[in-house]
Structure formats: structure tokens, C-alpha cells
């Protein structure tokens, strides 16, 4: 197998001031500890585990409130006990750099949107605001294990509303404004929130959406909430009322945001337990119920310093962004890296509104060192033609980050020749469920075009082959095979445990239990450390003839393609039959600028598409054709290319390969598909129509 293209090596300066630098220097100074490379200190870190994360613990200055009697009572998951007997608090750690005498020169929070104008808030003000809705959640009655939820953007207030429930140690729960009430109520209804924090409203590509009949119709139907805390953004004069009141649920309480915070009080931090439950997020939903996903304070913390800290390299002297909804796992990512000290870039609306200039507008104008960033928003910049780098001045920029699918080749080589040519491009993978990344980045190391640098430090990962032994240089499940402080507590309500189970450990049963991800990972050594590359979700992979491939592998060669859009691969395995590949493309609009967005080929519609009227003109199919052969395999050459209007997508932008591969292979669409977690639901309509044609 050859080397991939090096695209980028740190210099000596910034190995230097590296935090992971500075970690392995305080290893050897403290405790005799000399590591030749990345590889040997992760090694380290997943063969003592306890040693690792009591380092960590350490190093990274966890404030605790009272000591751990162990750093873990066993190793063995599910039910891994960490740090038993030690009580701390998230929100204290994201405030704790409001008393650093810099404070003041820096602010915490700079935000900006659609609606509102630029605005700064400093320290001071975030630390004084949470205090004051801290008071007034303590005179609603909220206390530990409470719920409070949010249908709130990615705004200030949002950010105000998780440290104030985390401060009196209720437990945050948050869905973005901009899904459905079915959706939203298919979380919080099982979880009985006690407090809901609402918007009126919110503008998405220059088009208001007021959002005050969905409020009522989730208060109607969460018979346990007792108050609701209103933010008018939309409109700085809206109201709510109408809430709540009658035989069967009494009046729940408005209280607006400005009389939320009318009474000033200072921060008060209630110390929880270790495992005390900070947050509930939620697995995608796209079939059946959410899964109601609990994570605790302390996992959280340590977790979020050591992938800041040691490999996302951030401190106080960062101005930091990720772009995400509140309604995805990367939204709490990035406020919790408050707790580094850096500002935080906040930004709420559609990055690509008015145009894809936006956002690389924000980075110029801002200063930014750290921008997040998604494969489909790059992907969309490759696609208009765009040369950031010669468009604004980018500068600042020390690292790039990227998550949510696979990064291609092509992507990271963009990214260096048009974007910066020195930075870090961390390109990440891990999840909701684990509420760490698996896959990451590192300052000291290389980055290999395609390939994310390394495993995270304290994750035991591995690609597991069909034994259940780990491969390397070949594809295989990946699995984490030894505890992570970040890991779930549990599901909400799943008393016995056995949801929990079967979710990540059915699959490669102990003892001892080895949690299985979910997607196709490849391990390759290299130099100093072993990257990664993620092909894919397993359970979408294409297996054809024995041989494996993901469909990420197809994506990056039918993508390419200047007439394609956007496209989705599934392979249909009928019972009794061979397998047919089919490939469905959406068409790029003659003239378009901007593929993917708001792109609609010439279609047919489903049922004229099984019929053979696919929609797309043979020459492009052949070409199509042709590159899959050559570039990849005979054996992945699609049966049939298929134009579509949409690909459907999650909330969050990923592809929905997996319901739409039970719809075709005749399962009914209600059991394949959770409507209202999509971004684009009606787009699901023409696989149905596909899948009636040609499943008479």
C-alpha cells in the first residue's frame, strides 16, 4: 500500500508551545515518564488507563469540591465507575476563566446572526446573567436530577440557559428550533421536563420563522413543565400566552428572559457526583424512538480538556468557532470549550446566505485561529470554484476542523492550497452516543491527505475484523474495547439497561464487552502514531462479492463529477436474487453556481425512474460508470444511476442511507423513517413511489 501525500508537518515553534507537548514535559518531570512518539504515549494511556485519566485529572486542574476515593472501581462496560466520591461542576469549569486577571481583555462570547447585529459579551456580564437565572430556576423550584429543556438557536441566551441549569444541578436537554413539534416531543416527552427555555422565533436564509405555535403545542403536550422561560428574538416585542391551564395541567408560568435575569445574584455552583447526569442528547431518531442518551458532569470535563487541550490544541489566547445547530453533539463541544478560556465565535443562521462568502467572512473579520467547519460545506466551496485564501485574509488561522462525514482527498488538498497552507486540519470522528471523538487530531503530528492523525488518547480503538480481533491496514468495525470517562451513564428510562446493551455491545459480547460504533474504520501505521480513515456507516456498507467498501469510497469519485450535486449509494440485497447497486444522483441545475443547494435536476419521479426513465443522460451515466470501474472496482459499479430532486438528509446533514435502503427493500416508510428528524422530508417521497414501482 503506498504513503499518501504528507500535505502538512508542525514546525518547531508550534510542537513547542503545543498543550500536548507541555503534558508529556509534565509526565516526565512528575512522574519519570518518557514517550518516544504519539504512538507509545497512547500505548500508555489505554494500557493504565487509571494513571491516564488521573494525569489528566491533574494536570488539567479539575476543580473538585471533594476527592475521589479511586479513579475507577473496574474495567468493564457498561457500568464502569469513575472518580467515586468526587463532587465538582460543569458550569464552574466554563466560568472559572471569568477570575483570570485577563479576563477583561478578552470577551467570552462574541455573537452574531441573521436577526441581531455583532455584539461582545465579556466574562463579567456571562458569569452575572447565569447568576441571576440560576436565582430565579432555585425560586421555580429546580434542583438537582430536574430536566430543564431548550428549543433555543445557537445564541447567547441558549449558552446562559445550560450554565444555569447545570449550575443548581439540573440536567440540560436541548432540540433546535428548527424541527418539528413530532420530533422534538419524541425526545422531551421522555424525559418530563420540568422547565422549558423557548424563542419566539428565528430567521434562516433571510426568511422568518415564527415559532410560538409550536411553544404552546410542546406545552400542551408535556403535562410535567412548570415554567416556561421566554426569549423573544425574533421579535424583541413578542409575547406567549395561552400556556398551560386546565382540569388536566395546570397554568405553566411564563417568565420572560428579562424578568428571568431582573434580580442579580451571584454564581452559585451546586457540587454534584462525578456521574451526575449533566445532559440528555439523542441518537439520530431516524427510526423508531430517539434514544435518550445520559452523560455526566465529570466525564464531560475531563473529556472536553484533554481533546481541547491535547489535541485540538485551544487555550485562552484562541478565538475559537464551530459551526452547528443546538440540536447536534458538535453545538456542546463547542461551549463547553469555554472552559479553555477562549472565545467563542458564535454564529446563527444559514452559512450560506446570502452566499458561501459568509462564513469565511466571519473567520477574516473575527481573527479567527479555529474554525469548524462540515465536508458538505466544503464540499459546496470546492463545487462554486472558491479560493478563500485569495478572497480574505485568513491569517489568523492556526487549525481547521471538520466532522460529521468522511473528509476526502480531495477535500484536505482544497483545504491547504485555497484555505492556509499551514494549518491543522483536524478532521475528527466519534459521536453522540460515546460524547467524545474516537478518531482525532494532533499538533505534533503530520496530517496524511485523507486520513485523520490519530486515536484519542485514553480510547482503546481498534477495527475489528469478522474473528473479532483487531486488523490494521484493512477494514473492520471500529470498536472501542476499554471504558472512556465520557461514555453514557444510560438511557433515560431503559431501568433494566438492556436498551443500553444492545446498543453498542450485542455485537462482540464479552466478557469483557467491546463497544461496537458502528461504522467501517481502517487503521494504517505510520511514522509516529496510526491514522484513520472512516468508509462509512457498517451497516450501509456495500458488500459485494465478498468484498467490503463504504459508501464514502463512491461519494468522493461520483462527487467529483461537476454535473452531480449531491448523491446516495444503496445496496438492495433481495432474499434469493443478487444484489442490486443502485446509484441516485442529484443533477446539477445548468448555470447553477452553487451545487447542492436548492439544486433540482431533471427528475422523474419515482415511479417513471423504476420503470427505466432514470433521468439521466447516458453520456454522464457511462462516464459515471466508468470512473466507479476504474477508480474503484468492477465489483462496485452500479447496477443502474437514478436522478433524484433531494438526498435525504438528518437535521445534522447526514445522508439517510439506511432508511432508504429499508424502503426500497419494501419495509413500510413510517418503520424506515422519522419524518420530523429530517431536514428534508418531503424528499423521501420519491423513494416510496420508487420503491411501490418496483415492489408491486
Not at 412548570?226 to 424583541?236: G, I, K, N, S, T
Not at 446563527?348 to 481573527?367: C, F, I, K, V
Not at 477535500?411 to 492556509?420: E, G, M, S, T
Not at 454522464?620 to 443502474?640: F, G, I, K
Amino acid at each position: 500500500m503506498s504513503t499518501p501525500e504528507i500535505l502538512w508537518r508542525p514546525g518547531p515553534e508550534r510542537i513547542a508551545r503545543a498543550g500536548i507537548t507541555r503534558y508529556r514535559d509534565w509526565l516526565g518531570r512528575t512522574r519519570g515518564l518518557e514517550f518516544a512518539d504519539y504512538e507509545a504515549l497512547w500505548n500508555w494511556s489505554v494500557d493504565h488507563l487509571e494513571d491516564f485519566w488521573a494525569s489528566l485529572h491533574e494536570w488539567a486542574g479539575v476543580i473538585a469540591h471533594a476527592p475521589a476515593e479511586r479513579v475507577l472501581s473496574e474495567r468493564r462496560m457498561p457500568g464502569a465507575r469513575w472518580f467515586e466520591g468526587e463532587t465538582l461542576n460543569y458550569a464552574e469549569h466554563l466560568l472559572a476563566p471569568a477570575a483570570r486577571p485577563d479576563s477583561a481583555e478578552r470577551p467570552a462570547l462574541v455573537f452574531e446572526s441573521e436577526i441581531q447585529p455583532r455584539v461582545e459579551i465579556g466574562w463579567d456580564r456571562l458569569r452575572s446573567e447565569t447568576g441571576a437565572l440560576t436565582a430565579t430556576l432555585r425560586r421555580l423550584g429546580v434542583g438537582p436530577g430536574d430536566r430543564c429543556v431548550s428549543f433555543m438557536p445557537n445564541v447567547p441566551a441558549t449558552v446562559v440557559a445550560l450554565l444555569a441549569t447545570a449550575s443548581v444541578g439540573a440536567i440540560w436537554s436541548s432540540a433546535s428550533p428548527d424541527m418539528g413539534p413530532v420530533s422534538v416531543l419524541d425526545r422531551f416527552r421522555q424525559i418530563e421536563p420540568t422547565v422549558l427555555y423557548a424563542v419566539d422565533g428565528y430567521r434562516y436564509g433571510g426568511k422568518d420563522f415564527d415559532r410560538r405555535d409550536v411553544v404552546r403545542e410542546l406545552v400542551r403536550q408535556l403535562p410535567s413543565l412548570r415554567a416556561v422561560v421566554f426569549v423573544p428574538y425574533l421579535d424583541p416585542d413578542a409575547t406567549l400566552d395561552d400556556v398551560g391551564g386546565s382540569d388536566s395541567q395546570p397554568a405553566v408560568r411564563v417568565v420572560s428572559w428579562a424578568e428571568a435575569l431582573s434580580v442579580p445574584a451571584p454564581c452559585d455552583f451546586t457540587p454534584v457526583p462525578f456521574e451526575h447526569p449533566l445532559w440528555i442528547v439523542y441518537s439520530s431518531g431516524t427510526t423508531g424512538m430517539p434514544k435518550p442518551i445520559v452523560h455526566g458532569h465529570g466525564g464531560t470535563v475531563l473529556e472536553t480538556l484533554k481533546t481541547n487541550l491535547l489535541h485540538l490544541d485551544v487555550g485562552a489566547d484562541d478565538r475559537f468557532f464551530w459551526f452547528s445547530s443546538t440540536g447536534w453533539i458538535m453545538w456542546n463541544l463547542w461551549v463547553s470549550t469555554l472552559m479553555t478560556g477562549a472565545t467563542l465565535l458564535q454564529f446563527d443562521g444559514n452559512p450560506g446566505h446570502p452566499d458561501l462568502s459568509t462564513l469565511w467572512r466571519l473567520a477574516a473579520r473575527e481573527r479567527l485561529t479555529f474554525m469548524g467547519i462540515s465536508p458538505a460545506f466544503v464540499t459546496l466551496c470546492m463545487k462554486a470554484g472558491m479560493r478563500p485564501r485569495e478572497q480574505f485574509d485568513l491569517s489568523a488561522l492556526r487549525t481547521i476542523g471538520s466532522t460529521g462525514s468522511p473528509l476526502t482527498d480531495e477535500a484536505y488538498r482544497w483545504i491547504y492550497a485555497q484555505v492556509h497552507p499551514d494549518v491543522l486540519l483536524a478532521s475528527i470522528s466519534g459521536g453522540t452516543d460515546p460524547g467524545c471523538a474516537f478518531l482525532t487530531a494532533c499538533p505534533i503530528l503530520p496530517v496524511y491527505a485523507g486520513e485523520m492523525q490519530c486515536r484519542t488518547l485514553g480510547g482503546a480503538v481498534h477495527a475489528y475484523g469478522d474473528d473479532g480481533k483487531p486488523v490494521l491496514g484493512q477494514v473492520g468495525e471500529l470498536v472501542c474495547a476499554e471504558p472512556m470517562p465520557s461514555m453514557p451513564l444510560y438511557f433515560w428510562g431503559d431501568t433494566d439497561g438492556r436498551r443500553y446493551f444492545e446498543s453498542y455491545f450485542d455485537t462482540f459480547p464479552g466478557p469483557p464487552n467491546v463497544w461496537r460504533h458502528g461504522d467501517w474504520l481502517e487503521l494504517t501505521p505510520r511514522a509516529d502514531s496510526v491514522t484513520a480513515k472512516i468508509y462509512g456507516r457498517s451497516d450501509s456498507t456495500i458488500n459485494r462479492h465478498g468484498i467490503r467498501m463504504g459508501t464514502s469510497e463512491l461519494y468522493r469519485v461520483v462527487e467529483e463529477f461537476d454535473e452531480v450535486a449531491d448523491s446516495l449509494v444503496v445496496d438492495l440485497e433481495y432474499l434469493g436474487r443478487e444484489s442490486f447497486l443502485a446509484l441516485f444522483v442529484v443533477l446539477r441545475e445548468p448555470g447553477s453556481a452553487i451545487a447542492g443547494i436548492g439544486a433540482k435536476g431533471p427528475a422523474p419521479d419515482g415511479a417513471s425512474a423504476a420503470r427505466g426513465q432514470t433521468g439521466v443522460p447516458p453520456p454522464l451515466r457511462q462516464r459515471l460508470l466508468d470512473a466507479l470501474r476504474t477508480r474503484l472496482s468492477a465489483r462496485h459499479v452500479p447496477n443502474e444511476v437514478y436522478a433524484i430532486p433531494e438526498v435525504p438528509r438528518t437535521m445534522s446533514g447526514k445522508k439517510l442511507e439506511v432508511p432508504v435502503r429499508k424502503i426500497l427493500l419494501g419495509q413500510p416508510v413510517e418503520k424506515s423513517v422519522n419524518r420530523d428528524s429530517m431536514a428534508n422530508p418531503v424528499s423521501i417521497d420519491w423513494f416510496v413511489e420508487f420503491a411501490a414501482a418496483r415492489n408491486p
